[in-house]
């Protein structure tokens, strides 16, 4: 039960802070508009599953990876069989997960050649309220209570394969905001309760942590940088 109470004085304490503007679902269906530049978008059904943010005519989907398509079993099964699915229609599925934000890298893997500077330059301005992608939000977690802790052993493969096929920023720039997360739960609990933030004896998540960070990708907000001044 303690370890319960913590983690809900977590949730307590990133609720007060003052939110960032960030990615979401909502504004992932924004944004993939503008770069694709088409307003015919919908929802399509997939047997019993449906696809949110659907181009009928390029036959591209995007998804926006919430929390539970890490931390919840069932899920899994779901998004294989959603994966397999559009293999067989020929329906391009793009994942975006929760910890990804559109800094210039991100948003040229995930648009590809309908990338360009000038739509670059109005998605940040549309998600983050700035045109400098140094003043957007890091990509990482910076106050969410879904952390790798919470995380299925099928989940923390997901999460690992994620940032393998992404560019090698992002594995920079989520570590960094990981050991930033340490400061923040040092401060408020102590150094006895990073397991708020990590899983337990997982060697596969551990041996991703010792990855190199490159402080070159990490120009960028993060929000709990100030934690490192009280240290």
């Known amino acids: 039960m303690v370890k319960g109470n913590i983690?809900?004085?977590?949730?307590?304490?990133?609720?007060y802070e003052k939110?960032?503007?960030?990615?979401?679902?909502?504004?992932?269906k924004i944004i993939s508009q503008l770069f694709l530049e088409k307003n015919n978008v919908s929802e399509h059904k997939l047997a019993r599953f449906s696809l949110d943010i659907y181009f009928p005519d390029d036959k591209i989907a995007f998804e926006y990876d919430g929390p539970d398509h890490y931390d919840k079993v069932a899920n899994h099964e779901r998004d294989l069989r959603k994966n397999e699915l559009c293999l067989?229609?020929?329906?391009?599925?793009?994942r975006w997960p929760y910890y990804f934000q559109?800094?210039?890298?991100?948003?040229?893997?995930?648009?590809k050649k309908n990338f360009s500077e000038n739509k670059y330059q109005k998605a940040i301005q549309t998600v983050y309220e700035t045109s400098k992608e140094n003043e957007i939000l890091a990509p990482g977690l910076h106050g969410s209570p879904f952390t790798p802790a919470n995380f299925t052993s099928l989940g923390i493969k997901r999460f690992i394969n994620d940032l393998k096929s992404a560019p090698i920023s992002l594995t920079s720039q989520v570590i960094y905001s990981f050991h930033l997360y340490?400061?923040?739960?040092?401060?408020?609990?102590?150094?006895?309760?990073?397991?708020?933030?990590?899983?337990?004896?997982?060697?596969?998540?551990?041996?991703?942590?010792?990855?190199?960070?490159?402080?070159?990708?990490?120009?960028?907000?993060?929000?709990?940088?100030?934690?490192l001044s009280k240290n």
């Open 102 to 111: 559109l800094t210039k890298d991100v948003a040229k893997y995930i648009f």
């Open 182 to 227: 340490e400061k923040k739960i040092e401060e408020k609990h102590g150094k006895n309760f990073l397991w708020l933030l990590y899983p337990e004896d997982n060697q596969l998540f551990n041996d991703f942590m010792k990855n190199k960070i490159h402080p070159e990708h990490l120009n960028y907000n993060f929000k709990n940088r100030k934690y």
């Open 19 to 28: 939110k960032n503007t960030e990615m979401t679902a909502k504004n992932l």
């Open 7 to 15: 983690f809900k004085k977590l949730i307590k304490l990133n609720s």
């Open 88 to 94: 067989k229609e020929k329906i391009k599925l793009i």
